[in-house]
C-alpha cells in the first residue's frame, strides 16, 4: 500500500510522512528551481513563498482504502499551510505533491527525511467483486475504479492540469515589491523637490541688493500708480454723486411745476363747464310798453 513504511511512525489512526523527493518552486523572474531531496539535501522556503514538494512513500492504495493528509503541528505553530485536497481516492498509485506555504517573514530550512505530514487510512465499504462470502452484505450503488490515467503522475503533469506549466507563485512578493517602489519614487519625488527648494534658495540670495532695490523701486511705483487710481476714483465718485443730488433737485421741481399745471388745468376746466352751463339757458324777455297801453 505504501513503500518505504517504516513501524515506528505508525500511530494509532495515522502515519507519519517525511519529505523526500523533488522539491518545485519559482523564483521572483518567474524561473522554475528545482532540488532532488536526496539523502541529507535540504531546501529554503523564502518568506511568503510557494513550494511544490514530495513525500517518501510511494502509494498503492488498494481499492477500499482513501487517505486524507495534513501538516505535522509543528509547522502549523511555525505559520505554514498546506495545500491539502479533501480525499485521495482509493485505488490512487503515485507520489504525493504538495504545496507548502510560507506566509511569514521568516526563513525555514527543510531536510531531506524530515517529517512532514500526518496521513490518516480511511477504509470504505466493500464490494461483492472483492468478497463472494455469503455473510457479506450486499452493496447497493456502483463501484467506480481509480482512473488508470490518474496513476504514477510527475509534477510536471499535475502543473500542465493546473495552470498550463506557468509559473505559480505567491502573490504577497510583488505586492511587496510594488509598495516599495512606489515608497522609492515618493523618496525621490520629495528629495528633488527639496533640492529644487534649495536651489530657488540660493537663487533668491544670489540676486543681492541691487536686486532687492530694484524691487523696492518696482514697488513703489506700483504703489504711486495705485494710490493716483484710488485718488481719480474718488474724484469721479464725489463727482458723480453731485451730478446726482442735481438731478435729484431737477426731478423735484419738475415734479411741483407739473403738480401745479394739473391744479390749474383742473379749474380751467370746471371754469369751462360752467360757462357752457350758462350759456345753454334761453334768456328771458323784457315785457313790451306798446301792449300794455
Not at 513501524?7 to 518545485?24: M, N, T
Not at 503541528?73 to 504525493?96: A, M, N, Y
Not at 512578493?173 to 525621490?188: F, K, L, N
Amino acid at each position: 500500500m505504501l513503500h518505504p513504511f517504516h513501524p515506528d511512525k505508525l500511530k494509532s489512526a495515522s502515519y507519519e510522512a517525511a519529505i523526500r523527493g523533488r522539491c518545485i518552486r519559482w523564483d521572483e523572474a518567474g524561473s522554475q528551481k528545482e532540488t532532488d531531496l536526496d539523502g541529507d539535501r535540504t531546501f529554503t522556503l523564502d518568506p511568503n513563498s510557494i513550494a511544490f514538494v514530495q513525500v517518501e512513500p510511494m502509494f498503492r492504495l488498494p481499492a477500499y482504502m482513501a487517505i486524507r493528509f495534513n501538516l505535522k503541528i509543528t509547522h502549523v505553530h511555525r505559520g505554514l499551510l498546506l495545500g491539502t485536497g479533501p480525499l485521495v481516492d482509493p485505488g490512487f498509485v503515485g507520489k504525493l505533491l504538495i504545496p507548502l506555504h510560507n506566509l511569514t517573514t521568516n526563513t525555514y530550512t527543510f531536510r531531506a527525511g524530515e517529517d512532514l505530514i500526518w496521513i490518516e487510512f480511511t477504509k470504505t465499504s466493500p464490494h461483492q467483486s472483492w468478497h463472494r462470502s455469503e455473510d457479506t452484505h450486499p452493496r447497493s450503488g456502483q463501484y467506480v475504479p481509480f482512473p488508470q490515467r490518474k496513476k504514477n503522475l510527475s509534477p510536471e503533469e499535475y502543473f500542465a492540469k493546473a495552470s498550463q506549466n506557468n509559473p505559480i507563485r505567491s502573490s504577497i512578493p510583488a505586492a511587496i515589491q510594488e509598495g516599495r517602489q512606489a515608497a522609492q519614487t515618493a523618496r525621490d519625488a520629495a528629495t528633488n523637490a527639496a533640492e529644487e527648494a534649495r536651489r530657488l534658495q540660493r537663487r533668491a540670495f544670489g540676486i543681492g541688493l541691487a536686486g532687492a532695490l530694484a524691487v523696492g523701486v518696482a514697488l513703489a511705483g506700483v504703489t504711486y500708480q495705485t494710490w493716483s487710481l484710488i485718488q481719480e476714483t474718488w474724484t469721479v465718485a464725489t463727482s458723480a454723486k453731485e451730478l446726482s443730488r442735481q438731478a435729484e433737485n431737477i426731478l423735484k421741481q419738475q415734479s411741483t411745476r407739473i403738480e401745479n399745471l394739473e391744479r390749474a388745468r383742473g379749474e380751467l376746466l370746471n371754469d369751462i363747464a360752467a360757462l357752457k352751463k350758462t350759456l345753454s339757458r334761453p334768456a328771458k324777455q323784457s315785457p313790451d310798453p306798446q301792449r300794455d297801453k
